[in-house]
């Protein structure tokens, strides 16, 4: 079946990066559109970035852009997130998800996520 397996996160100071992983499994990813969201407490699920590998197009959430970058492995298929010059409003846990075809904003339109992979910046 459809797996999704997240790593990565952790915590780190204001100005820093991490990057996340995203290992998928039991699917022909080059046919889905992946991506990365992310929650805050007591916010909404937000978009950060997707990739539609098949039509070689990424897409950034206005608070990510130019910080933020998506890329993937063509050989394994595993998703990156690269985030560089993190700011204390970054702080969320960021899921891997995914859909086949292309990409969306709408994360209710995602039915395979993963399990998530805490992100903490402090100011």
């Known amino acids: 079946q459809v797996r999704l397996v997240e790593s990565g996160g952790g915590s780190v100071q204001a100005g820093g990066s991490l990057r996340l992983s995203c290992t998928p499994s039991?699917?022909?990813?080059?046919?889905?559109?992946l991506g990365w969201f992310r929650q805050a407490p007591g916010k909404e699920r937000e978009g950060v970035a997707t990739?539609?590998?098949?039509?070689?197009?990424?897409y950034y959430g206005d608070s990510v852009k130019g910080r933020f970058t998506i890329s993937q492995n063509n050989a394994n298929g595993t998703l990156y997130l690269q985030m560089n010059s993190l700011k204390s409003e970054d702080t969320a846990m960021y899921y891997c998800?995914?859909?086949?075809?292309?990409?969306?904003?709408?994360?209710?339109?995602?039915?395979?996520w993963g399990q998530g992979t805490q992100v903490t910046v402090s100011s």
């Open positions: 039991g699917f022909t990813y080059s046919y889905y559109c």
């Open positions: 998800a995914a859909r086949f075809g292309s990409c969306s904003w709408a994360w209710g339109s995602y039915p395979h």
């Open positions: 990739l539609y590998r098949r039509a070689s197009s990424a």
